[in-house]
Structure formats: structure tokens, C-alpha cells
């Protein structure tokens, strides 16, 4: 049986993840300061990762096979841009210092599609639609900035590291299955809400991922991590866009910047691109805010 160890166990993903792994017969360890990490966890610990000697202490306490780093400050200006920052970046790289030196196979880190750089002040404009991992990265604000740099620390452990092999993922904006029954998202509105008002959800081009998709794309990256090039960067996305019309119309009305790059968005089309997901793990999400929302 497998080990392994989920950080932010707690969060809107973490929760999902965690009850994923433990049915699929992994010993799951939840590591969260905050209640919440679901009974299906072997075992809870409220550590400070941000310490680099609890981040050792938890490593070496519990020997982990994987880690599964989803832990952070979960959305922009939520705290002050120094807070933000400093607690994203010093958690990756407090996490992957610690696994790589203490030989865990598996270390997968959450980054997020913000590193794109959309709903930048002074306007944003794409290289082309849909987006996907070779696509620059242009942050702007602490929180997409952290994530960039929590990229690079994977990439940068992963150069050196012999004994660990390193992913991260960028999973879209993560609906838990209780949302979609009218629990507010975390922008604070209800999916409908995100339907019926384009200009909410069009301000992160309409991207979104059920949870449980999201927790399955994640097992499914660590079963073939060992098989990958190291320090791999992967979207998680739903196969459409939360959106009732199609995005070739709808991108232009929210940002005009998107005109003519939108029209490649046939259909039901989302802006992010999973289709390296797709080829190199043969994962592709099965829900839909057409399939889930009630």
C-alpha cells in the first residue's frame, strides 16, 4: 500500500483528493493547520510547513512514498501581497527541499493557471487560444507570481534530484461537488451565478474543474510520474468552459483583447488546453457543470 502525503488536506481540492486516494487504497496523510481533512485520512497533522525544520520533521515522521502539495494561500489579495508571496514560495520550496533530501519518490505541486496573466490592469492579450503549457507566463499580481516561482522551484529540484521525480499542475478554477449544489465558489458567488453572469467567470476566461476530476488527474499523474521527464508542468481543466454560449462569442464581449484569438474556441471549447494531460497520461475530466449543476 502506498504512502502518501497531501498538504492543504483540508482545502477546497485537498478534501476531494483525499478521500480519492484513500479509495484507491492509499495511506493518506493529511497535513493541514486548519479542520477540515476528511476521516479518510490515516492521519491528520496541523503542521507549519512554512518552518523548514517542521516541514523535515512531518517528511521524516512519516516516511512518505508521494506528496501531493496543494497547500498555500489559495486566492489573490486574500492577504498582503508580502504574506502571499512569502507563504507560497517558502511552502514549495520548504516541500520539495525536504522530499528530495529525504528520498520521496513522488512530489507533485499545485500551481495555478493565473501565471497567465489574465485580468492584468492594463489589459491583457494573448499569444493564441487555446492556452496551454507552452503558452509565456506573464504574472502580475503576488499570488500568480508565487505560483511562477513555485514552478520554477519543481523544475529546479528536478534537474538535480536522482531519486524523486517532480510535476506540477495547474488545476483550473476547482468547483467541490457541494457547489454545485449552491454553495458559494471560492469567488464568493454560486456556479449559477458564474452562468448567468458572464462577466464574473469571465474574468478567469471561464475555466473551471469539478474537484473529484481534479483529485483523479492528480492520482493518475503520480501513477505515471515515474515514466515522465522530471519536472513536468500540466493544465487540469474541464473539457468545456463555464459558460452558456461559446466562448468565441463571449471571450470578445468580457475581454476585448481576446478578438480574433477567440474565434479558434469552436463549440463548447474551453480556453485552457488539456490535451497534454490527455496524451501523456491518457486523463481527460468526465464531469461538467452540464452534468453536475442541479
Known amino acids: 500500500m502506498s504512502r502518501t502525503l497531501v498538504t492543504g488536506s483540508a482545502g477546497r481540492l485537498g478534501r476531494s483528493v483525499v478521500s480519492a486516494l484513500a479509495a484507491a487504497g492509499h495511506e493518506v496523510i493529511g497535513v493541514d493547520r486548519a479542520p477540515g481533512t476528511p476521516a479518510d485520512a490515516a492521519a491528520t497533522l496541523p503542521a507549519d510547513l512554512t518552518d523548514l525544520g517542521e516541514a523535515y520533521q512531518v517528511i521524516a515522521r512519516f516516511r512518505p512514498d508521494a506528496v501531493v502539495h496543494l497547500?498555500?494561500?489559495?486566492?489573490?489579495f486574500s492577504h498582503s501581497d508580502a504574506v502571499t508571496f512569502r507563504t507560497n514560495t517558502q511552502l514549495a520550496f520548504n516541500v520539495c527541499d525536504a522530499a528530495v533530501a529525504l528520498g520521496v519518490g513522488k512530489v507533485v505541486v499545485a500551481s495555478s493557471p493565473t501565471v497567465m496573466g489574465y485580468g492584468a490592469p492594463g489589459g491583457w492579450t494573448p499569444?493564441?487560444?487555446?492556452?496551454?503549457e507552452d503558452h509565456p507566463v506573464l504574472?502580475?499580481?503576488?499570488?500568480?507570481l508565487s505560483k511562477v516561482v513555485a514552478e520554477?522551484?519543481?523544475?529546479?529540484?528536478?534537474?538535480?534530484?536522482?531519486?524523486?521525480?517532480?510535476a506540477a499542475v495547474r488545476p483550473c478554477f476547482v468547483i467541490a461537488p457541494e457547489e454545485w449544489e449552491g454553495a458559494p465558489t471560492q469567488s464568493g458567488h454560486t456556479v449559477a451565478e458564474r452562468l448567468d453572469r458572464p462577466e464574473i467567470a469571465g474574468v478567469s476566461l471561464f475555466n473551471y474543474i469539478d474537484a473529484r476530476d481534479a483529485a483523479d488527474m492528480l492520482m493518475t499523474l503520480l501513477d505515471r510520474l515515474p515514466g515522465l521527464?522530471?519536472?513536468?508542468?500540466?493544465?487540469?481543466?474541464a473539457a468545456d468552459a463555464l459558460?452558456?454560449?461559446?466562448?468565441?462569442?463571449l471571450l470578445p464581449e468580457v475581454i476585448p483583447s481576446t478578438a480574433g484569438f477567440a474565434d479558434t474556441l469552436t463549440g463548447t471549447t474551453p480556453a485552457f488546453s488539456s490535451a497534454k494531460?490527455?496524451?501523456?497520461?491518457?486523463?481527460?475530466?468526465k464531469r461538467s457543470w452540464r452534468t453536475e449543476l442541479s
Open 127 to 132: 499569444s493564441y487560444l487555446p492556452l496551454d
Open 243 to 249: 459558460a452558456r454560449e461559446p466562448l468565441a462569442e
Open 71 to 76: 497547500a498555500a494561500i489559495a486566492t489573490p
Open 139 to 144: 504574472p502580475w499580481n503576488a499570488y500568480n
Open 152 to 166: 520554477e522551484t519543481v523544475r529546479s529540484f528536478a534537474r538535480t534530484a536522482t531519486a524523486t521525480k517532480l
Open 229 to 237: 521527464p522530471n519536472g513536468e508542468v500540466f493544465f487540469a481543466g
Open 277 to 285: 494531460a490527455g496524451e501523456l497520461l491518457g486523463w481527460q475530466a
